[in-house]
């Protein structure tokens, strides 16, 4: 009799493994879809005439990000590795992900953690909605969520990657600037009608030393949703086909602030920007 419970049980299980599979293969092609709408082919080739108006930190820093001649992409593929902090008290965890960002929105693919405690999942912001999505294993669901205050959040953490897309921040994208002094520079823009203010701190060359922007969160003191300080420190910086982008960095949330939870830190391993044709809209 318990021989014929246990078989049952097994049988129930490997049917209930079998629709989480098949369930984990219809999101994969979903997030291909996504992902294939997000590959938005470059501009025109970038010339310092795009910047001569602009004031001469934040030409410093454009002339240092970009190459004159480099064709202006729209979208930039991703692969990173580093770690991860679930909270305040919690340890860190090792991170891979890959990543594709553009000017219309990202999808960040991570596996975090090791051994039988890995989470598998996505946070994306497409076609004006974000979405978190993570599953133990990429079988087990840990965490789905999709709501106003999550795509307002996503808004926040696209603005924040521009740095590793700055085409996206040239005022040719409708961004205005504006000088703080010497080494501080301010891009406001908005992204599908939520305003963004982000703040570069710049060295003397252009090169990116620090990224802050008011982010909508729920990291206040009392757990509810507000405009939370969101930013990070540049460790390393790499030149990749005419960019030169942030390859090694540290963020999180309150940043600035004593109340800082430094949650996210990451090395780029590779990269792609899409190479397609396309004039300025």
């Given at each position: 009799m318990f021989t014929k419970i246990f078989l049952g049980i097994g049988v129930l299980l490997a049917i209930a493994l079998l629709v989480l599979a098949i369930?984990?293969?219809?999101?994969?092609?979903?997030?291909?879809?996504?992902?294939?709408?997000?590959?938005l082919p470059v501009g025109r080739l970038f010339t310092e005439d795009m910047v001569?108006?602009?004031?001469?930190p934040v030409k410093r820093y454009f002339l240092h990000a970009i190459s004159p001649g480099t064709p202006l992409a729209n979208s930039?593929?991703?692969k990173m590795n580093g770690n991860f902090k679930l909270g305040q008290d919690k340890p860190w965890l090792p991170m891979q992900a890959t990543e594709i960002l553009s000017s219309q929105g990202f999808i960040w693919k991570a596996t975090i953690g090791r051994g039988l405690l890995r989470m598998?999942?996505?946070?994306?912001?497409?076609?004006?909605?974000g979405r978190m999505q993570f599953a133990l294993l990429g079988l087990l669901p840990l965490v789905k969520a999709s709501n106003p205050n999550?795509?307002?959040s996503s808004i926040g953490r696209l603005a924040g990657e521009f740095i590793w897309l700055p085409s996206a921040l040239l005022p040719q994208?409708?961004?205005?600037?504006?000088?703080?002094?010497?080494?501080?520079?301010q891009a406001s823009l908005k992204i599908d009608g939520e305003p963004i203010t982000l703040t570069l701190i710049i060295d003397p060359d252009g090169k990116l030393l620090k990224f802050s922007l008011p982010r909508w969160g729920d990291?206040?003191?009392d757990g509810?949703?507000?405009?939370?300080?969101?930013?990070g420190e540049v460790q390393a910086e790499h030149s990749f086909d005419g960019y030169t982008i942030p390859s090694q960095i540290s963020a999180g949330w309150g940043y600035g602030t004593s109340s800082y939870f430094e949650s996210f830190r990451a090395a780029i391993a590779n990269h792609n920007y899409e190479i397609k044709q396309q004039q300025w809209q």
């Open positions: 369930l984990r293969l219809g999101n994969a092609q979903e997030m291909s879809a996504k992902e294939r709408s997000l590959e001569t108006e602009l004031p001469e930039v593929r991703l598998v999942g996505a946070d994306y912001y497409v076609n004006r909605s999550i795509n307002r994208q409708g961004v205005d600037w504006r000088v703080i002094d010497e080494h501080t520079i990291r206040s003191a509810s949703w507000a405009y939370i300080p969101f930013g």
